[in-house]
């Protein structure tokens, strides 16, 4: 299949799964995750209309952003050092998705000052406690949020998460409730909105939506394997 018709796919089963979720059309964004493919196919996803692409690399999105064009939205998804989170705000990707830690979100709020602008980031959470992966564990952000809250350059638009690998995609619902259940705790503390909840990939993307998510991150469904 080519990347238009996987595309025209996945957008029909997102579709499919805000109607089962009772949710409005259109109340999910796609995010089209072109890490390791070409820019080139990245140009067969836009002129099939997907204007919204992630990155995992810095790198990678440096190369592919201005080979493309000037209304593609990226988002970088992967983890980012600290010292790469200047030229990650210069780049001007639109959102940070993976901010898994407070001394990260301090960078990013820092740099974004110097450079006089205000940094979109969603936080990571670690939702499954998996010491391989990355992210705020829910009680250390509970007892960081005002802290993260009170930092002067960031625009904390939501939560991401990457559950533990499981046998079926119904394994991972427990997760994305939890992600979903934990936004919530947070916007009743305030004062931030959280519209975002960043989950759900290739696999399990159907089931995120039924469990909140606004926004998912598809890959391999789209351009294929790796």
Known sequence: MSIASQLEEVRAQISAAEARAGRPQGSVQLLAVSKTFPAADVAQAYAAGQRLFGENRLQEAQEKKPALPGDCVWHL?????????????????????????????????????????????LLEVNIDAEASKHGFAPDELRREWDELVALPHLRIQGLMCIPAPVDTPEGARPAFAALRGLAE??????????????????????????????LVRVGSAIFGRR
């Open 77 to 121: 998804i992967g983890p980012l050092q600290r010292n790469k989170v200047r030229k990650a705000l210069e780049l001007g990707v639109a959102l940070i998705e993976a901010v898994d830690s407070l001394k990260l979100a301090q960078a990013i709020s820092r740099i974004a000052g110097e450079l006089e602008r205000t940094a979109d980031i």
């Open 185 to 214: 705790e947070l916007r009743a503390r305030g004062p931030l909105p959280l519209p975002t909840l960043s989950m759900g990939m290739s696999h399990d993307y159907p089931i995120a939506i039924e469990e909140g998510a606004t």
